[in-house]
């Protein structure tokens, strides 16, 4: 019998090993673009000197107003825990206790800059009084020791492989790091997390911005970049930028802090903890998101820290997780509106509970479902005011989404424009999804994702969760796992149903990867106690998944070489002419012309950060202006003029496939082909005028009008 068993273990060991093999195998397959060019890449890091004086200086100032605005969060978040009651264990992570803490005072923090954006506040001023104050309230906090120095759970000396674990999670964390300081060149960054809070602060206030439908949005989490960039400016532009990048960036280190400290609270031993960490670290889109002040590790870290309190609430009772969940969701609340799925899932789970204390707990069923869906109730009013700000100006709180069923009104966006960007959102993943690619999606978004390509998922997640997902889920049916583990897969699951009948943009599956890493680690623990062969197999397979993954993020990294700008040595305008292929053209208008001249940019990702120009721009639908002109006017002559008449004085617009007939957007299908090609020789004409042209090349072009 024992012989059966020991080979019945062999045989499941390399039966995972050889999956393993194929997972990573099949993933390098697709890895040409990044991991294949990383020997070409390494030339991108040099070209010119390494330090320079002031830039070198700047990233400093830049990195020194982050950690300032992160350790007033963690100032605000000890105070206002300190009023929130909650029974401990004797020994409990005090690592998770910080990210606890400061994930609380980014959530507070956040909520005072709204209200300052409404009192018309937004100044230095507030941004040296907001990091004292939270400076003080942190030295408060310290001397009253608080905080142990280390984490105290279950202590172990680090062994040789934990401290591989760690270097190894620190690759990923130190180069977004470094990408952060540099000047951003990420699509959605220039779009509106950067452009909309410098918009604000040219302001003084978060009153929307006309013609950016994105400032109608809830901005919770760019409310720390308007922070930062209050403080950041007192010593320049340039300090600006690096105090904003780093300071989202914070998140990325609270997160993984978030996780271990979980994983540990619960009982995972340190190395498979520090395995939990590292799977997530090693996701290339989370490298991405934390180097290009994307918000989604913001949202993954108040998901994470909300599933933690809804377990603890489940086993307790206790009322001081509700409030945490209250704060956390409501955070989220305010940074996106996908929330709503992770508040559907945590309403079940309510509902399971109060079903669980029908036996338990018949007496308290009315207060335990009162209590557990006020909690609910409460986050909705912290997120409330970003939306009744939207619902008061629009008369929609979801505006500029679902317009076809609760309308709205703004300037430069309508029914037809919202429609039309919900079915933008439905080609992530592929435009016509069969009940075979509803099934293959594990593997496809473990293996074939690609960046920047929207039927490919916009990101890259690794095989790292592929290959542990099949163990999560034979231990769920095996053992009997923790009600930590149960609710966080539960959750995950209930959030990646409604994420693979919507938008499936990888990155709005970051907030349920913290949970999901820890169910799978400690599967691993469990089946390795009878099966000690799969448990070291287990830690090659993490490990070896996640170095592939950190090796896709040092490409991205090593592609964008963000080193010699953030140590000074290569001049900010040559870093981003070398990364945005049109910024030549922005440097043009920034040096040459009026000050006062008005820049009409048409399929330009509506990148107005790095603009410092009057400007007019479409929204998503970026030559939406231009088509209705093109169709009104008769002439060149009269487009010109239509144009004049809206103040434009240049234009500048990418035009590479505008011309293409089989793939422009000013066709019109409803008419003939003749009246379309006039149309499309009217705009060729207009954007393409030799005599009126001032700089061009095959792919952008800019021209003035008068």
Known sequence: MAEREEKSQTFAAAAFAGFTVVCLAAFLAYRGSDIGKMPTF???LGGGPLLGFEGLRDSIAGLIAAALIGISWYGLGSFVTSFIRFSREQEHSHILELATKTAVGAACWSLIWFFFGLAGAYSAAAAIASATIGLVLAAVSVMRGREAEYEGHLPEKASGLNKALYVMISIPVG???????????????????FSVPKAFIEQGSNAFVEGNIASYLALGTEMHTVWAM???????????????????????????????GFAREIGIERRWSLIAVLMVAAVPTVYHVAASAYIDLALALFVTLAIFALTRWWKTLENASLVLIAIFLGAALSAKLTTLFVIAAFALVILLRVRKAQVSEPDKLGKIAGLGFGALVLAGVIASPWHLRTWKETGSPVFPFYMSIWRGEATGWDVERSNLF??????????????????ALPWNIS????????THFDGVLGVTFLIGLPILIWALWKFEMPVEVKIGTGVAGIIFLFWLFSSQQLRYLLPILPALAIGIVLAFQRAGEPMGTLR???RISMAAAAAVGIFVSTAWFLQRAPVRVVLGGEPREEYLSRNIDYYPYYGWLNESSPADAKVWLINMRRDTYHLDRPYFSDYLFEDWTLRNMVWEARSVEELR??????????????HDFLFD??????????RRRTENEAKIKIAREFILDPLRTIKADNKFSLVKVF
């Open 42 to 44: 390494f030339g991108n």
């Open 175 to 193: 180069l977004a790091l470094v990408a952060s300081l540099a000047p951003p060149t990420a699509k959605d960054t220039l779009l509106y997390h």
């Open 230 to 260: 209050l403080l950041g400016e007192i010593s320049g532009e340039r300090v600006a930028g690096a105090a904003a990048g780093a300071t989202v960036w914070l998140f990325f280190p609270i997160l993984l802090a978030a996780i271990f």
């Open 422 to 439: 919900q079915a933008m959102n439905t080609q992530y993943g592929g435009y016509a999804k069969t009940a075979l690619d509803y099934l």
């Open 447 to 454: 293996v074939n994702a690609q960046p920047e390509i929207a």
């Open 536 to 538: 070291v197999i287990g």
């Open 641 to 654: 003029a239509k144009t004049a008449a809206m103040g434009v004085q240049y234009v500048l617009a990418r």
């Open 661 to 670: 007939y089989d793939r422009t957007t000013l066709v019109d299908e409803k």
